[in-house]
């Protein structure tokens, strides 16, 4: 799975004029319109500064991104994604990753994205990587709020009802919980 979601990148980062990492620069600035460091960007993508701050070089000379004074800190920047920045986002390449799991059945799809959630919070939870954008840690996310079998989650963003196969890992409109409410809501979700 691993080379497909290898495979995966360098066919939409080829369709996209741009390399793996720049790619995934990109998409992790994608929904975030403030923009990020380049210190987050580099903590996000498991990537030393220097890597990242020559990939932000080579798309802002692209003029995929744009960097910005840092609003809090003058000394710092603030990478954002120009309009053809998200327009290179558009280009999709063919994605075997999405076959592979099409291949599933509809509860083994479900038993997977549950596995996936559980091991990133895992990850997150050892500071091994940063807190990712899932249900799980937003503020908004209410699990088994609902008696509906198929839809027990609440999105109090949308106000909106989901089920189990709807978590997102990753959700533009990500607001991270504090950490005692992280912990609740996680707490509840395992229960549910």
């Known amino acids: ?3 497909i979601a290898r495979l995966d990148e360098w066919n939409r980062a080829k369709a996209s004029g741009v390399n793996p990492t ?26 030393s500064q220097p890597t990242a701050t020559d990939s932000i070089l080579a798309l802002e000379k692209k003029g995929l991104v744009v960097k910005r004074a840092d609003a809090a800190d003058k000394r710092a920047v603030s ?27 509809d509860r083994e799809q479900e038993e997977l994205l549950l596995a996936l ?6 990850l997150q939870e050892q500071n091994a990587i940063p807190v990712q954008r899932m249900c799980v840690t937003c503020r908004y996310f209410g699990p088994f709020a609902h008696p509906d079998e198929d839809r027990p989650h609440h999105c109090h963003l949308v106000n ?8 997102r890992v990753d959700c533009r409109e990500h607001e991270q919980a504090d950490p005692a409410i992280r912990a609740a809501t996680w707490a509840a ?3 549910g």
């Open 1 to 3: 799975m691993a080379m």
């Open 22 to 47: 720049q790619l995934a620069i990109l998409t992790l600035l994608e929904g975030r319109g403030s923009g990020m460091g380049v210190k987050d960007v580099a903590a996000h993508l498991g990537v």
């Open 79 to 105: 990478v954002a994604l120009t309009e053809d920045g998200l327009a290179a986002l558009a280009h999709e390449g063919g994605d075997l990753g999405e076959q592979a799991v099409g291949s599933l059945e």
């Open 117 to 122: 959630v559980k091991m990133i919070r895992h």
């Open 160 to 167: 909106a009802a989901f089920g189990q196969r709807d978590l």
């Open 189 to 191: 979700f395992q229960t």
